[in-house]
């Protein structure tokens, strides 16, 4: 009879090892796919892994891809230190698309200066913060769960995108096809390498992981946020208070979320369209575990994670694989990353329980 038993001591050396030893499974697993798949895995893996970064160009790329990974995922690993589960980020990016693109289409192209650009970044910001609120007060005024709810709010977010790009904020001037009018210049975020579009929601989301850093580790709130999620009735014991934690895990989260949002519409996209993110909210939870919950760890994970977005891409054009494959890089991952935490801490016995 097969079991498993808590280990007392969890190694710590283990625990860094796991996402190493997930992240060579999935490649092997990958492998045997491409074979599968008629596939030369050699030239499958250069296309998805090498291509992407072998330009200057596609380094910029790459940092776009990983900029809303990079803010969403911190502010994620935020409250699961916490122990508050955010599972909503997807939505919360939608709302602060939308915020974001509602002050956006406010300015022309006589706007000058920072404020056409920062502004919806506010918006965008407060928008997913008050999405981020909903399953907030519901959890701590009615004890719902909030993974459910914050979960079904990334539905409502999106079905309140699509009607908003189909009726009151479509370009009249689209041919009937569902997406806002294109931004003013102003409006766009600034630049960061000339002739790509790397843009200065980048250096934003390397700020923000700084920033998370300084929170976690060297702030007082920093340390209620860990004790809260580490021994709770230590934290209540304290005096700390549950429902300020829920709370303030749900608006950073939020609030990053949004502004990834409002990074993402007045930076590579220029309007609000229907599908404005390939999935980023539910990938960055992979990259948060991925990155052990730490800012610079989340980092390197999100530049892995960005690879499978642009690596998909290429592969796609040039061996004609299925955009599906970078769907299946991920839940590879996350299925190799969540078994070998799981034996990281527990461990499997062999007979009958005494």
Known sequence: MLRLTRRTNPSRTLEIAAPLLAVALTLVVAALLFVALGKNPVQAFAAMFWRPVQDL???????VKVTPLILIAVGLAIGFRAAVW????????????????????QFGEDASGPLPWALPLL????GGMAWGAIPAFLRTRFNANEILVSLMLVYVGGFLLQYLVRGPMRDPMSFGFPQSPMFADPTRLPILVETTRLH??????????????????RSYQGFVFRLSGEAQQAAAYAGFSRSKVIWGSFLISGGLAGLAGAAEVTGPIGQLQPSISPGYGFAA?????????????????ALLMGLFYLGGEIAQLELQL???????FQGLLLFFLLGADSFVRWRLVIGEKR
Not at 89 to 103: D, F, K, M, N, Y
Not at 123 to 126: D, P, Q, R
């Open 57 to 63: 160009y596609g380094l910029t790329e790459l940092g």
């Open 86 to 105: 955010n599972i909503g980020a997807e939505g919360q990016l939608i709302v602060g698309a939308i915020a974001a693109s509602a002050v956006a289409l």
């Open 123 to 126: 918006a965008g910001t407060v």
């Open 200 to 217: 200065l929601g980048f250096a934003l989301a390397l700020l923000a992981a700084v920033l998370a850093w300084i929170f976690v580790t």
């Open 285 to 301: 939870i992979i990259v948060a575990f991925l990155g052990r919950l730490h800012p610079i760890g989340i980092v390197a994970a």
């Open 322 to 328: 299925p955009i599906a494959i970078t769907g299946v």
